[in-house]
Structure formats: C-alpha cells, structure tokens
C-alpha cells in the first residue's frame, strides 16, 4: 500500500490509549506499514520515547497517536515531550475524545460536554501537536480514517528519523 523501500526498517508508531478496540484498529490498519506499539499510560509512553526499562530495546518511535479519549492529561503529555529536543521532533497527532457505544458494535465519540473545547484544541496546537484528530462514531470510519492517517503520516510526509523518503 504505502511507498517503501524493501530495506528500510519500518516506521514505529507508538499508540497511547485505552481502548482495546482503538489500538486493535490501529495495529490492523497501520500493521503492513509500520510496527505499532501501544502503551495504555503516559507514564509508559515517556518511558518508551526515552528507552527507559522496560523499553531499552524498543525502536525510536517516528510518529506518536495519542488518544485524548481516555480523560488524559493531553496537554500535559504534549508538554512534557517538548521539554526535550529529540522527543519534541516527533510528530503527535492527537485523536479526538472517543468511547465504546453501549452497544458494543461501535466507538461513539463523547457527548459535547466532556469532548475537548475549542480552547483545549488550541492549547493542543500551542503545545505543538502536529495535528487533531476527531474520532467518527463507527468502527468503519474510525479504520477509514486511521488509513488516511497512515498514508499521510507514513508515505507522503518525510518524518525525522526516516532517511528512506528523503531525497
């Protein structure tokens, strides 16, 4: 599907949610393009950008999807990732506010009132998310829009620790 060499090594995307069924879907969609880690903490995902235990074996992650759905503390994540320079070039796109529907066969997004505001979107971009991302209700539309996001992030856009698509 995406434009790469047979020799480069794959582009590592890290995933910091809860849901089982956003990183079920995002290992599906990304899984022939990129090595999808996920983490369901930020604690974890800091640990693994700086390749302390239990992740000094992972690789550098080249792009970043976090999941503001699971009440995180995304501007507080975003901020403690541009306090360092070599974390800070990583892209971070953050994935709008998202939950399982009672019904099992869908993931809803969250009623106005606990979706992030307008404000909370702007201090996202002040904190130098590369971009947001709402989440669309049905589990269709949410892999159609992660395979958007793959073929932008992975075979169009250059990121920085990829030397493959650089010419």
Not at 142 to 166: M, Q
Request: proline letters at 5%; glycine letters at 4%; aromatic letters at 6%.
């Amino acid at each position: 599907m995406l434009d790469r060499n047979d020799h480069c090594d794959p582009t590592t995307v890290l995933l910091i949610s809860q849901s089982a069924e956003l990183r079920r879907l995002t290992s599906e969609t990304f899984g022939d393009s990129a090595d999808v880690y996920d983490v369901t903490d930020q604690a974890a995902a800091r640990s693994f950008l700086d390749g302390r235990s239990p992740y000094t074996d992972a690789p550098v992650a080249s792009l970043v999807l976090l999941d503001s759905g699971d009440g995180a503390d995304a501007i507080g994540f975003l901020e403690a990732v541009a306090d360092t320079p070599a974390r800070a070039r990583i892209p971070i796109i953050v994935l709008g506010a998202q939950r399982q529907s009672s019904d099992r066969r869908e993931l809803t997004t969250e009623c106005r009132s606990t979706a992030p505001s307008r404000a909370d979107i702007r201090r996202y971009y002040d904190r130098h998310a590369n971009a947001y991302v709402p989440l669309p209700a049905d589990r269709e539309a949410i892999a159609d829009v992660l395979a958007e996001l793959a073929a932008f992030w992975l075979a169009t856009v250059r990121l920085p620790n990829r030397d493959d698509r650089i010419s």
